[in-house]
């Protein structure tokens, strides 16, 4: 009896784990996207600071070159969070990682 009732557990637990087809397209896909934007939008502010920091540092106040300078340093960090976010993704869709 014990083993029927933890068989029957592990089913239902397995079921609560795997989404339908349609739903883990949808939700990979979804995920793919948040990827590529947090893979995009870091991209372009990075390269706005380094702007910022070094070729135009003469057009801005010193603390927008602080805030420039620490930017470099923090973007790239959300992109490769990015990155991680779209292999995930990928992964999921059954695709190339």
């Known amino acids: 009896m014990q083993q029927v009732v933890n068989e029957t557990a592990f089913i239902n637990h397995e079921r609560a784990l795997t989404l ?3 739903n883990k397209k949808n939700v990979f ?14 991209v ?4 706005s600071c380094l702007l ?5 540092a003469e057009y801005f106040s010193m603390s927008q070159q602080i ?6 340093m923090v ?3 959300f992109f490769k969070i990015g990155y ?3 292999c995930i993704g990928q992964h999921g869709l059954g695709q190339r990682v």
């Open 67 to 72: 805030a420039a300078h620490i930017g470099t």
């Open 84 to 86: 991680v976010v779209r």
């Open 29 to 42: 896909g979804f995920t793919k996207q948040v990827g590529n934007w947090l893979m995009l939008v870091p």
């Open 75 to 77: 973007f790239p960090a």
């Open 52 to 56: 910022i920091s070094y070729p135009f």
């Open 44 to 47: 372009s502010l990075f390269i």
């Open 20 to 22: 339908p087809n349609k």
